[in-house]
């Protein structure tokens, strides 16, 4: 069974980092894709950041490139988040694609979510 755990958030102040982790077991396809999602009280879901499995392609929203940085060891991927704002504060999930499409707008199965919160 495909399972998705996130783990790593909590509260920062404004400027600092964080680094969040995603272990995902009992994924039987080759080629699948991992993101990082995250949302806002009141806004939609968006992603930030999506890693494939095949060729460790990335992916980062507009706003976080240059400040986050996905990675992947084994079955575990990585979120470090650096230079945090107040806007960051959500709650980030890791999704898994199975078909290996980058941060797709549905992928297939969700963990439970993370809260990071930035504030002084």
């Known amino acids: 069974q495909l399972q998705l755990v996130e783990s790593g958030g909590g509260l920062v102040q404004p400027g600092g980092s964080l680094t969040l982790s995603c272990t995902v077991s009992?994924?039987?396809?080759?080629?699948?894709?991992i993101g990082w999602y995250r949302q806002a009280p009141g806004q939609e879901r968006e992603e930030v950041a999506c890693i494939s499995s095949s060729d460790g392609n990335t992916f980062y929203a507009n706003s976080m490139e240059g400040r986050f940085l996905i990675s992947r060891d084994k079955n575990t991927v990585y979120l470090q988040m650096n230079k945090l704002e107040p806007e960051d504060t959500a709650v980030y999930y890791c999704a898994a694609d199975l078909w290996g499409r980058i941060c797709s707008p549905r992928p297939d199965s969700w963990g439970q979510g993370t809260q990071v919160t930035v504030s002084s």
């Open positions: 009992g994924i039987t396809s080759e080629y699948y894709a």
